[in-house]
């Protein structure tokens, strides 16, 4: 139990396009989701937080003009990047977090997306 | 300021050996994580340490948490090659809502 997905996995896209995200919870409810940045051989940074129905909650520094973040139902968050540049590349994971999951204390993990813009 | 620091950051080690990541953590909490991340992969789950004086084992790994001395071990028994990969710890600082990672540390564990 406790599955999250994500797609795409990987994903190119050009310069100045949009690229939309998508993070499922399989098998629970998530009333939390949580959305990470990786760049290579560096640590997760956390870039948001989003309830189910209200709007995210971003962290001091990420512009969320460009990084869309809904949570429209218990199952689905999506992250779009808009206008994405080079410097947007970078491996993007969800979590989850739900009371009708395995425990109320762990966030799950999705696979990641990886993001390169050319 | 709330901090999560990991050391070492890269560790190379023969298999048979044994070791220690440490992480120490910068305000009170009693929720602590441990995953485990390949090369290109997400991340997996290896302990969850809700408690002062935890302890958890699965196979080589032995992880514990000590609240009052804001720290936690990742230790390793015997290493093997399987093992290598990039271990992170992360802390739970406000009941649920946010995880704040550790920089990782880099395991090669050599043949």
């Known amino acids: 139990g406790a599955v999250v997905s994500q797609h795409p996995s990987w994903v190119i896209c050009k310069s100045g396009t949009s690229v939309k995200i998508e993070c499922r919870s399989l098998d629970f409810q998530a009333t939390t989701m949580f959305w990470y940045r990786q760049f290579p051989k560096q640590s997760l940074m956390l870039m948001a937080t989003s309830n189910e129905g209200s709007k995210a909650t971003y962290e001091q520094g990420v512009e969320k003009d460009k990084f869309l973040i809904n949570h429209a139902s218990l199952t689905l968050s999506t992250l779009t990047v808009t206008s994405a540049h080079p410097e947007d590349s970078s491996f993007y994971i969800c979590?989850?977090?739900?009371?009708?999951?395995?425990?109320?204390?762990?966030?799950?993990f999705g696979p990641g997306t990886r993001l390169t813009v050319t | 300021e709330l901090k999560v620091e990991q050391n070492p950051l890269f560790l190379s080690m023969q298999e048979g050996k044994n070791y220690t990541i440490y992480c120490n953590y910068s305000?009170?909490?009693?929720?602590l994580y441990w995953y485990r991340q390949d090369p290109g992969k997400s991340l997996e789950s290896l302990f969850v340490l809700l408690s002062n004086g935890a302890v958890k084992q699965e196979g080589r790994l032995m992880a514990s948490l000590d609240t009052k001395a804001r720290l936690s071990t990742l230790h390793i028994t015997a290493a093997v090659h399987d093992l290598s990969a990039t271990y992170f710890c992360?802390?739970?600082?406000?009941?649920?809502?946010?995880?704040?990672f550790g920089g990782g540390t880099r395991l090669m564990v050599k043949p």
């Open positions: 992360a802390v739970d600082f406000d009941a649920g809502n946010m995880l704040t």
């Open positions: 979590s989850a977090r739900g009371t009708t999951s395995g425990s109320i204390y762990e966030q799950y």
């Open positions: 305000t009170t909490s009693d929720r």
